[in-house]
T-cell receptor
């Protein structure tokens, strides 16, 4: 069975600082994909970034980057130069099996302070 | 283009009543997923459609839950004889299997409250 672990229930960061959100995963499948989603208070799930297990480079999307350490089975999200609008829940997820359904971690609530 | 839409956005129902939740995926997306988000259980997978068939129903919590998809597009999740533990936000997502990432695009969700 696959499992996603997010150990930080909440984080508080000063505006403009960088922040790292932790995610570890457990799978025996050699082919997998890891996602980060943002969920603001409005409730929608917003895709941020994706990392495939065979990707050689760490994924980057604007201010978001994924620190992928395959041997340690970690896929931490790094947000550079945080903004007030980054305050939200962040979910790490892994796609599983033939159906590609997502298995989610419990989430980290990020609060950016002015 | 239009994203995934869901209706209703909010639904309050009495215990024991049946409810139907609707999902309109992104046009052309062949894969459709239902998830449930509740305080106690987090985000959990319910059912997966590829076209009109549902090869993975492993997440449906009981036989009170069923879903169908017609025309490879709209999907309806039905909960019969609702219970208070069914209260949650029900999220629908669709995906194009053409992308190697299989990124899923989520709808805004339906908040179900069972009183």
């Amino acid at each position: 069975a696959q499992k996603i672990t997010q150990t930080q229930p909440g984080m508080f960061v000063q505006e403009k600082e960088a922040v790292t959100l932790d995610c570890t995963y457990d799978t025996s499948d050699p082919s997998y994909g890891l996602f980060w989603y943002k969920q603001p208070s409005s409730g929608e799930m917003i895709f941020l970034i994706y990392q495939g297990s065979y990707d050689q480079q760490n994924a980057t999307e604007g201010r978001y980057s994924l620190n992928f350490q395959k041997a340690r089975k970690s896929a931490n999200l790094v947000i550079s130069a945080s903004q007030l609008g980054d305050s939200a829940m962040y979910f790490c997820a892994m796609r599983e099996g033939v159906t590609q359904k997502l298995v989610f971690g419990q989430g980290t609530r990020l609060t950016i302070n002015p | 283009g239009a994203g995934v839409s869901q209706s209703p956005s909010n639904k309050v129902t009495e215990k024991g009543k049946d409810v139907e939740l609707r999902c309109d995926p992104i046009s052309g997306h062949t894969a459709l997923y239902w998830y449930r988000q509740s305080l106690g259980q987090g985000l959990e997978f319910l059912i997966y459609f590829q076209g009109n068939s549902a090869p993975d129903k492993s997440g449906l919590p009981s036989d009170r839950f069923s879903a169908e998809r017609t025309g490879g597009s709209v999907s309806t999740l039905t909960i019969q004889r609702t219970q208070q533990e069914d209260s949650a936000v029900y999220l629908c997502a669709s995906s194009s299997r053409d992308r190697s990432s299989y990124e899923q695009y989520f709808g805004p969700g339906t908040r179900l409250t069972v009183t």
